[in-house]
């Protein structure tokens, strides 16, 4: 043998000994969960890649949600989708309208053959991502909802009984009014002001936010939110904002940083928004469910969920899509849940998990983290269901925008709601246009 | 009688190997994207691309039709004259001041052209950090001094904000110009006009800066077509458009209808309307303006 020969198999066999057959098929998995929720992502992972030889899911934060639905977008344009994507819920008339871009969990779990109940999921949280038809679409992951939390050291220093937080809107403005008196340069603020002064408040208080049971029932529903209820909302919201009892902090989740460090003494925000404040707070927190007005007929009936969904890509090797069930099945498993609940305050997806929460003294322990819970596990109506609107986040944005001139002083409440009600709706126009089918 | 030289160039093929590079690099960065965006500005598309459906000329007419999308060209127009004038003027100021300066005269100059390696996104964080008001250093200042400062809320602080930012990011750019510019007047003209009796304002508006007008000009279609696209970074960072829509530049309103909204088909419509008028801007200044500057 000559020399080129023996260099030549020498090769041949090295590359015969280094059999990658072996080798987990690696899950992408492209999230919006930063900070402390994004270690707990990456701790999912972990536990499902340790709990098994299969499958690897491999977590990679792609920014805010807007980003990660852009990314998602780009990428399977350029076909180079990933196997699971976090979308937020606003995004899910465009997921749900996108056919051919996604394949429904329902089916990838049927496929499976791993056991799958959709019945075993909370209704409330479940049904927004459910079809029509009674599909399941997307898994739900990360489920929040809008409570209230309050500073209870600035509540002492005011003269305000720590542990009775307030429950109607009424009461808010008292206690802003004493906070201010105290010195309080922010006694009330706002995160997601959309949705949690008209999309939630809405719910809560069973007053519908757009026709046909908020949309759920097809892409001609138009907008409904410049009714009585919310007009009056606002407009006390305005007297507050005159006043300085209620601070505007900025649009989507701005407002969140204010309230660990202790600028703003009250805010409405996500459930989600407990762990940064568990993790951050220097000073003594509670945690109460969202005011209402007390009265109107009906309230407090339930509030609307928040927070994203797992989708599934379409286009992928069908070992990729086993893979997934897997996983799904795995994050749906009473005990992940329930842990997942205890550390982020997300809502626990299944009844299974929330029982074993509950039988495990959590919530006595834990005083106020039932609360999300609580105003959401209730029987829903047609008008509280939830909230599923194309172009979400366009009226999202434009909400924001006209709400912006009410705060700056530049226009009335009923216009501005009246406004934005009218700009959402050429999007609700222009969606149902565009999706005909 | 003298004979012209000419040069010849004598190979056939070199002279197009030697332009493709950057030609190849105009073409894809340029004009293929420029021909994506007409394409897909007479497109209805849903997001994923799935489906695609041509509406001709609809998707203008329906920018045409939104009340914000024309309110944006006021506030563009106003954002850019305040960039382009304000920069000029305060880089002129400070190219002037460097000139004349003896001692540190190497100091002061990289300091005045540091900010411009710096990102317009990290530019646009840096100005919310100081402004910001609740945590800005700045504003608690303004507060303390008297001064009601609220960028989230009062358009014309916002404006304020993106239009500082935008300037302070720039003047580097046209300081270096400027001072080129003036180390390329003859000392003797100055002296002349000295000698003559001249103060040095009469000194600088009757010959330093008519002399300084090729520069001037340049910097002025370069400034202009900057406000116009390159302060992107800034203002999503500073003010993300708001409050309101009151500081939604074109390409701002560009982004957000293309990436957030995932209207791709008016977001190119806006994208070919941008381009026709910064095109169209050039146009004006090179025939126009053009015929004042001395060269």
């Known amino acids: ?437 | 009688m003298a004979v012209e030289k000419r040069v010849v160039f004598r190979s056939a093929w070199l002279p197009w190997a030697l332009v493709a590079p950057q030609a190849l690099v105009i073409g894809i960065f340029f004009f293929w994207p420029a021909a994506q965006a007409i394409l897909q500005s007479v497109q209805q598309q849903d997001a994923f691309g799935i489906s695609t459906e041509w509406v001709g000329f609809a998707n203008f007419e329906r920018i045409f039709s939104d009340p914000s999308y024309i309110a944006s060209f006021k506030t563009t127009a106003i954002f850019s004259l305040l960039v382009a004038v304000g920069g000029i003027v305060l880089s002129l100021l400070l190219a002037v001041f460097a000139d004349r300066v003896v001692r540190g005269a190497l100091a002061y100059k990289t300091l005045l052209i540091w900010p411009y390696a710096v990102a317009p996104a990290v530019a646009g964080v840096l100005w919310l950090f100081m402004f910001a008001p609740s945590i800005g250093v700045v504003s608690y200042g303004l507060r303390k001094m008297g001064i009601s400062w609220n960028s989230l809320l009062n358009a014309n602080d916002a404006m304020t904000l993106i239009v500082l930012a935008a300037i302070w990011k720039q003047i580097s750019y046209n300081f270096l110009f400027f001072l080129a510019g003036l180390n390329s007047i003859p000392k003797s003209l100055i002296e002349a006009a000295a000698i003559d009796g001249a103060r040095p304002w009469r000194r600088f508006w009757t010959i330093v800066f008519p002399l300084l007008s090729p520069t001037t000009f340049f910097l002025l279609v370069i400034n202009i077509v900057y406000a116009f696209f390159d302060t992107f970074g800034i203002i999503d960072a500073a003010t993300e458009g708001g409050p309101g829509k009151d500081t939604a530049v074109l390409v701002y309103k560009v982004y957000y209808d293309g990436f957030k909204a995932l209207d791709l088909g008016g977001s190119a419509a806006q994208s070919v309307v941008l381009m026709a008028i910064v095109v169209t801007l050039t146009v004006i200044q090179f025939r126009f303006v053009e015929k004042k500057v001395n060269y």
């Open chain 1, 1 to 437: 043998m000559n020399r080129t020969s023996i260099v030549l198999s020498s090769i041949a066999l090295a590359f015969g000994l280094a059999d990658p057959a072996s080798a987990a098929t690696e899950i992408q998995w492209w999230h919006a969960m930063g900070g402390p929720l994004g270690e707990w992502v990456n701790d999912l992972a972990k536990g499902f890649n340790d709990s098994q030889k299969d499958y690897k899911v491999v977590a990679t934060f792609k920014g805010s949600y807007p980003e990660t639905l852009t990314a998602g977008i780009a990428a399977f344009r350029a076909g180079n989708a990933p196997d699971i994507l976090q979308v937020f819920e606003v995004g899910t008339a465009t997921m749900m309208s996108s056919k051919g871009a996604i394949v429904p969990v329902g089916k990838v779990m049927k496929d499976s053959g791993l056991p799958f109940d959709p019945t075993s999921y909370v209704s409330a949280v479940a049904g927004y991502y459910t079809a029509p038809n009674g599909q399941m679409l997307s898994m739900p992951f990360n489920s929040s909802t809008t409570i209230f939390y309050y500073n209870k050291d600035a509540f002492k220093a005011a003269g305000l009984d720590p542990a009775k937080p307030p429950a109607t809107w009424a009461e808010v403005a008292l206690a802003a009014a004493k906070l201010k008196a105290s010195g309080q340069a922010c006694p009330f603020t706002t995160s997601w002001i959309s949705w949690t002064q008209l999309e939630s408040f809405s719910a809560w208080h069973n007053v519908e936010f757009a026709t046909k049971g908020n949309g759920m029932g097809g892409t001609d529903t138009r907008l409904k939110f410049n009714g009585p209820l919310q007009v009056r909302h606002i407009q006390d919201l305005e007297n507050m904002a005159k006043q300085g009892l209620f601070v505007y902090k900025g649009r989507d989740n701005k407002a969140d940083a204010t309230f660990p460090s202790g600028e703003c003494a009250m805010i409405t925000a996500s459930a989600g928004l407990l762990g940064a404040i568990k993790k951050n707070a220097k000073f003594d927190y509670g945690v109460a469910p969202l005011p209402y007005y007390q009265d109107v007929p009906g309230a407090p009936q339930n509030t609307v969920i928040g927070g994203a969904s797992l989708w599934v890509m379409s286009g992928k090797p069908a070992d990729h899509y086993k893979g997934v069930a897997s996983f799904f099945n795995y994050l749906s498993s009473p005990e992940v849940q329930s842990a997942s609940h205890k550390r982020t305050g997300y809502l626990p997806i299944t009844t299974a998990a929330f029982k074993l929460t509950d039988t495990s003294g959590f919530y006595k322990q834990n005083p106020g983290s039932d609360v999300a819970v609580n105003q959401m596990i209730r029987k829903t109506t047609d008008k509280s269901r939830g909230i599923r609107l194309g172009n979400f986040l366009q009226i999202r944005t434009i909400i924001d925008e006209e709400l912006e001139q009410v705060w700056a002083g530049k226009a009335e409440a009923k216009a501005a709601l009246d406004k934005a009600v009218q700009r959402g709706n050429e999007q609700l126009e222009r969606f149902q246009a565009a999706n005909k089918s």
